[in-house]
Structure formats: structure tokens, C-alpha cells
């Protein structure tokens, strides 16, 4: 039986890493850069065996022509490379994800599996700055949470306890690190797909429809659009989440409908949906933010945390 040894939640901004001299002189990008580093140490102390990281989708990888809700890796893994991310074959725990995958089956899920899946920054940013080294397998669960209909946040809980169950029921003994990437609040310029009413919107569905075998010839406009946005951060959203995650209980945000945390926090923080499934994973345990800043030029509250499971003494 395998266990999980640590959750960590961190958010994720490719403009960190491509425009970093545009915040340099702000306290609050270095304490969210220096917090990533503290969950760095973490997770290299808790000396993982796996790591499965839980993220999102930017239409890199997968597209509208076909969009699953849940899509494991398997085989291949490969890094899209967009904004500085890691680019090319990532190391797979290849047993691990199909027993995942065979989990997720036998308890009514309907996820999609890939041999050669192309993952994006809502799993590599993660991977890139805490994992640096990048010399640990891991296993990508890739949850839909910008191309509506979206997965009831309650769904993407039991998505997490299910993968908690793939873990005690593997057969191995091995120690595992989950990574819930995205969040928190914030918003894209992005369109419901079905309600495309500008010139940008309509470009960025036909980038979203076509971009399979030729993505990287939209990323110049996507960019621009992307850094036209104004920032729409809620902090109070954020440190209510956070709080929740201190205390071990999420059940407030798993309350909340799709349209209500858009409508509070924007479409981004639809990727709560990791952080949700991680600690579900986790089972009881305990959050500790490390860092939170609202940072307007990465148009996201950056969060980053742990979640440690608790030892059987400590659970009431």
C-alpha cells in the first residue's frame, strides 16, 4: 500500500517567468517566488517515490474538438515548452497512472487516458519550481476547468478520494507527493466557447478548436490578449479558501456552483477543482499557507501551501 506523505497546493503564472523584471521591485512576487522554494524543501524532505500533480488545461494539450472532464497520462508525457516551462518527455510513473486509471473506471468515473499526452503550464509550472530536478515520476491528472460544462466541485472531491483509494490498493509501498496546481482567484480573458462575441473571442475558440497540430501559432495574439487584461483578484476569496484549508475542511468552497465561483472569484479560480481533489486525496489533514500575494501583473492571487496529513493521534 502506497500513502501520500504530503499535499502541496501552488498557483501558477507563466508571466513569472517571462516577464519577472516587471515585478522585481515588488515584495509580493518575492514572497510568493521565496514561498515556492519553502515548498520545494518540503517536498524534497518528504523524499517522494511518485508525484502526482493535479492541473489544468490552457489548450495546449487538449482541445475543443474533443475535451475531456478527466485525462490521466499514461505513457508519454510530453511538456508544451510555452513561456519558459519544461519542454519535451517527462519522467511517468507508467503502473501507477493505469492503476489510477483502472481505479477511477471501477468507481464510475469516465476519465480519458492519453499514451502521449502534451501538458501545459497548469502542470509543468508546478513541476518546474518544485520539482526542479525533475527526477521524479510522476503521474498528470489533468481536470477541465476552463471549457464549460465543468465538473461540480464536489465531483473533483471524490475524484481526489478515489485516487487516495488507487494509492492504498496499489500493491506498492511507495511514498507520494500530490501537487494541486492553479488558482486562485482570478480572470481570463477568455470566452464560454458558446458565446463568442468579439474579434478576440473568436479567435481564441478557433485557436482552442484548431490548435492541435499547430497551437504555437496562436501564442503571439493569445499573449497580447492575455496582457491587455486588467486584473480581477478577490482577495477576501482567497483568504476565506485559505482558511479553509488550515482548518482541514473545504466543504464551504465544494458548496459553491461553477457560476457562483466565477461570479466571485472569476473563471481561473474554477481551478480550485485541484487544490479540492488534492486534499480529498490527502484525507484528514491540515493547511499551511506559506505564501499569498495578489499580484496584479500576473492578473492572479498566488497561493502557495501545504497539506499534511494528519497522524492518526490527531484525528478527532
Same mark, same amino acid.
Given at each position: ?145 476552463? $471549457? =464549460?460544462?465543468? /465538473?461540480?466541485? #464536489? ?7 478515489? +485516487?487516495? @483509494?488507487?494509492?492504498? %490498493? ?58 491587455? $487584461? =486588467?486584473?480581477? /483578484?478577490?482577495? #477576501? ?7 479553509? +484549508?488550515? @482548518?482541514?475542511?473545504? %466543504? ?65
Amino acid at each position: 500500500m502506497s500513502r501520500i506523505v504530503l499535499g502541496v497546493g501552488a498557483s501558477h503564472s507563466t508571466l513569472m517567468n517571462t516577464h519577472w523584471d516587471e515585478v522585481d521591485h515588488l515584495p509580493a512576487a518575492h514572497e510568493f517566488r521565496d514561498g515556492l522554494g519553502r515548498a520545494a524543501d518540503a517536498i524534497a524532505a518528504a523524499r517522494p517515490d511518485a508525484v502526482v500533480v493535479i492541473g489544468s488545461n490552457h489548450f495546449r494539450g487538449l482541445f475543443l474538438d474533443l475535451m475531456p472532464s478527466i485525462t490521466v497520462g499514461v505513457s508519454e508525457v510530453i511538456g508544451a515548452g510555452e513561456a519558459n516551462t519544461p519542454a519535451g518527455p517527462l519522467p511517468v510513473d507508467r503502473d501507477l497512472a493505469k492503476h489510477i486509471v483502472d481505479t477511477l473506471v471501477d468507481s464510475s468515473f469516465d476519465p480519458a487516458f492519453s499514451l502521449r499526452l502534451t501538458v501545459d503550464h497548469g502542470i509543468t509550472h508546478g513541476l518546474q519550481h518544485l520539482v526542479p530536478a525533475l527526477d521524479v515520476p510522476i503521474v498528470p491528472i489533468v481536470l477541465n476547468m476552463f $471549457a =464549460p460544462p465543468l /465538473i461540480p466541485l #464536489a465531483r473533483a472531491e471524490a475524484i481526489g478520494r478515489t +485516487l487516495r @483509494a488507487a494509492l492504498e %490498493s496499489d500493491g506498492r509501498d511507495q511514498r507520494i507527493v500530490v501537487i494541486a496546481s492553479g488558482g486562485l482567484s482570478h480572470r481570463l480573458p477568455w470566452p464560454d466557447w458558446s458565446q463568442t462575441l468579439s474579434d478576440d473571442d473568436r479567435f481564441l475558440v478557433e485557436a482552442w478548436l484548431n490548435g492541435r497540430e499547430q497551437w504555437k501559432e496562436f501564442e503571439v495574439r493569445r499573449r497580447q490578449i492575455i496582457r491587455a $487584461a =486588467p486584473a480581477q /483578484i478577490n482577495p #477576501a476569496f482567497d483568504a476565506d479558501f485559505l482558511e479553509q +484549508l488550515a @482548518a482541514g475542511d473545504l %466543504s464551504r468552497t465544494i458548496a459553491k456552483t461553477s457560476d457562483e465561483i466565477e461570479k466571485e472569484a472569476g473563471n481561473g479560480a474554477q481551478e480550485v477543482r485541484s487544490w479540492i481533489a488534492m486534499t480529498a486525496a490527502v484525507g484528514a489533514g491540515r493547511g499551511t499557507t506559506l505564501a499569498y500575494a495578489p499580484v496584479d501583473e500576473w492578473l492572479t492571487g498566488m497561493a502557495v501551501a501545504l497539506f499534511e496529513p494528519l497522524d492518526e493521534g490527531d484525528r478527532a
